[in-house]
């Protein structure tokens, strides 16, 4: 029998799939149970994955011995509940972004994590990708200089997709629209790079799409540090993921063709990172070693559910992550006026 | 002798240099006198471009019949007396942007403009850079289908290297900093892609500069038709000129080198647009028309004094531009919370 860790997928959607191929891409972990309130669900994704065994309720999959830890891809608004069942039976959880929908989940997920003292990791993949993590080193190690600027997009097509049918429609179920589902990713891959962002004002506004949720939106934040970034999402174009970082000696430009998202494996192949020296007229391309941050992380979740390994994100980083969406959407209901993060966390009782 | 239009010079620095060499370039246009205070600078910019004239003060200029068009590159806050003394000479002007300092000059200004029926254009040349031309019939024909989101950067490294010797370096000289210096620029850009802005939200920070004025700088722009802007610009990076257009059909992508700003007749071979189209993975180059942004101003200009061409940029797209900057000041002042441009400009009188 093999000694892979044990995990089990719960909500069966795109994002589930892609997930798995991240596991199927590893040698740590294997999917050994999966849930779904759909049986054609279970049952197709048993048979796409391998995977050996299907759970018809949660606490069915939650009461399994074997299973040693859960990969969540439900709705938003589910993280809560879930996360919370699968932490109180004893599992390590893992549970894609954003860690919940609003603060108040999200401080409730914090006291259970901390209470049971369980292994408890967000998916805030994209910090993993090489470039990410290329553009933290030469910021760690001087070779940018003092960071003034920074920019960040990540948008695609959805709000032109959505149907009535989806949770994404709806904006009791996805408040901002692509800054929860697509800028907590920069949010945290910015407080990554820079530290903690203070302040954010913003804008969202609905364009184009048919659905509830803003199509454009975008953010100034304010760092600790004093550096000011930008974060634009929208939901009404072909997609894009950038990052381009001012500093006293360097600028760096970090591009994903976001079509080649989905395959991790693959995405290093399409993103290009370019710097330009103070002084120097040509720019020059940075290597980027290669990574998969679906597999990586995954393999980093496993072993932590053994006592292997320790999770990178883990619930402050997230809190944080999320922290600049509700901001954010605060500041667009004050017209854009700065409006500061740590009182939105004091308001729901979180201190980090 | 030359039947071209005799322009002269008033303020001989840097700038000054960039255009004369744009007016040789063309052969509509030549440089006939020249005016600075400094005796030396008359004699070295006389002998450097084979001026064959030169004044010793401003009056003597303006007296002289045979001056058909000025360009003014003095500093921003000498524009509106240098301005008014020109048009009431019956001189056509030119003059570098910003249009003036403040928002109460460009009034005036545009009062003597409205007084003396005289021809007056302002140097917005960024517009036509064949990336911004191409992107605005990209607009205009639909290929880019509905815009949601606009981002642009214009940076560079002038913070770095001010000493007090210089007006830039004085806040009271350049308020804003960047904004005024280089986000001006984008702000006739954008308006000239997008249409009138309506509301501005603005952080401004001096983070790195030795001297007064600010050297990070971020606006988020509400355009009339309902559209998000993104106006970013340091003084404290490597140079970075940018523009990103976000459409239901298309995005592209404009990137100029800004090493090689000063030479605009070489500007659109280190210039790149890409496009990306909905529903494609793989992007495109657009092919960009060779252009020479400060050399057609200038011969339009020189033209349009003899009402043989209509100038570009009038006075009320240059306020138009002036007016952003400033609404972006008070909007930091007021902590990002959105300030109306048309607030701004009514109390100055100015109707647009």
Same mark, same amino acid.
């Given at each position: /029998? ?17 997930? @798995? ?10 999917? %050994? ?5 759909? $049986? ?12 050996? *065994?299907? @759970?018809? !309720? ?31 039976? =004893? ?23 901390? *209470? ?12 993993? +990708? !090489?470039?990410?993590?290329? /553009? ?20 695609? $097509?959805?709000?032109? #997709? ?7 429609? %709806? ?6 629209g692509p800054l929860i589902q697509l800028g907590v990713h ?11 962002? *203070? ?6 506004? *609905? +364009?184009?799409?048919?659905? $509830? ?31 381009? +970082? ?16 989905? &395959?991790?494996? #693959?995405?290093? &192949? %399409?993103?290009? +990172? ?12 940075? #290597?980027?070693?290669?990574?998969? /941050? ?5 393999? $980093?979740? =496993? ?50």
């Amino acid at each position: /029998m093999s000694d892979k860790v044990r995990l089990a997928s719960i909500g069966l959607g795109r994002w589930a799939r892609v997930l @798995a191929r991240g596991v199927q891409r590893g040698d740590k972990t294997e999917l %050994y149970s999966c849930f779904s309130r759909s $049986e054609d669900k279970r049952a197709a994704f048993m048979e796409e994955y391998g995977v050996p *065994k299907s @759970a018809s !309720s949660l606490d069915e999959l939650l009461a399994d011995d074997g299973v040693e830890g859960v990969i969540i891809t439900t709705p938003n608004d589910t993280h809560r509940e879930v996360i919370t069942s699968a932490l109180e039976a =004893g599992k390590a959880v893992y549970t894609d972004k954003p860690i919940a929908q609003t603060l108040e989940d999200a401080a409730a997920i914090k006291a259970v994590v901390e *209470k049971t003292g369980g292994v408890f990791a967000v998916g805030h993949s994209a910090r993993r +990708l !090489s470039g990410n993590r290329v /553009m933290k080193q030469w910021i760690d190690d001087g070779t940018l200089g003092g960071v003034s600027m920074v920019e960040a997009n990540f948008s695609n $097509e959805r709000g032109l #997709e959505l149907t009535p049918e989806t949770w994404r429609w %709806y904006l009791s179920k996805t408040p901002g629209g692509p800054l929860i589902q697509l800028g907590v990713h920069h949010a945290d891959n910015l407080q990554y790079l820079l530290g903690p962002v *203070k302040a954010v004002s913003a804008h969202t506004r *609905k +364009l184009f799409t048919n659905a $509830e949720v803003p199509d454009a939106t975008m953010a100034i934040l304010e760092f600790e540090s004093g550096a000011l970034g930008y974060l634009g999402c929208g939901w009404a174009s072909p997609g894009i993921y950038q990052i381009r +970082l001012q500093g006293t000696k360097q600028n760096l430009m970090y591009d994903l063709d976001f079509t080649h998202w989905d &395959e991790a494996h #693959e995405a290093d &192949e %399409y993103s290009s +990172l370019v710097s330009q020296a103070y002084g120097q007229q040509e720019r020059s391309p940075v #290597e980027l070693p290669h990574t998969d /941050m679906f597999r990586e992380q995954l393999e $980093e979740f =496993g072993l932590a559910a053994r006592g292997e390994a320790t999770v990178e994100v883990q619930v402050d980083d997230a809190i944080r992550a999320l922290a600049i969406v509700h901001t954010a959407i605060e500041s667009n209901r004050q017209n854009g006026a700065a409006v500061e993060v740590e009182s939105l966390l004091s308001e729901v009782g979180i201190t980090i």
